[in-house]
């Protein structure tokens, strides 16, 4: 074969894997960039419940903090889709809900704790996509307490 013929599609295949990663990289969500992070936490497991009032479709990451992760310090610790509910283990969560628009994952433009901080210590949380009203709600409960004397010996 011509070796400049080669070099030709050597080049044109270089180019295609560059645009095709950087379609992969945009396409990617990015949720420890978010400027708003509700954050919660809680010395017990914890279960959530995520519903959206839209047909945008969302996504809720939750973080934690370590720092000494690649992400600017933030690890992605567990993501659902929206509707969902799930369980997270004991600890600081940060939470960031990202809807899709094309090919891209935005931040929402809102993110407000509606917490009263009941005296179990539930949260609540909604998302908008640039302000209220909420299109993505975030309830987290801590699981029950053993009573005193409970539990495995």
Not at 133 to 138: E, G, K, T
Request: glycine share 10%; charged share 20%; aromatic share 10%.
């Amino acid at each position: 074969m011509n070796p400049l013929k080669l070099a030709g599609t050597a080049a044109l295949a270089i180019a295609l894997a560059a645009i095709a990663s950087s379609r992969a990289i945009a396409a990617e969500a990015r949720p420890w960039l978010c400027r708003d992070k509700p954050v919660f936490s809680s010395d017990r497991g914890m279960s959530y419940q995520v519903s959206a009032k839209s047909g945008e479709r969302w996504r809720i990451y939750f973080m934690e903090f370590t720092p000494y992760a690649a992400h600017d310090g933030f690890e992605i610790v567990n993501e659902s889709a929206i509707p969902g509910t799930g369980h997270l283990n004991s600890g600081r969560y940060y939470a960031v809900a990202m809807y899709r628009k094309g090919d891209r994952w935005i931040c929402p433009g809102y993110a407000h704790d509606d917490s009263e901080r009941a005296a179990r210590g539930d949260t609540k949380v909604c998302f908008g996509s640039s302000g209220p009203p909420c299109r993505v709600d975030l309830n987290v409960t801590p699981d029950a307490q053993l009573p005193k004397g409970a539990g495995s010996h």
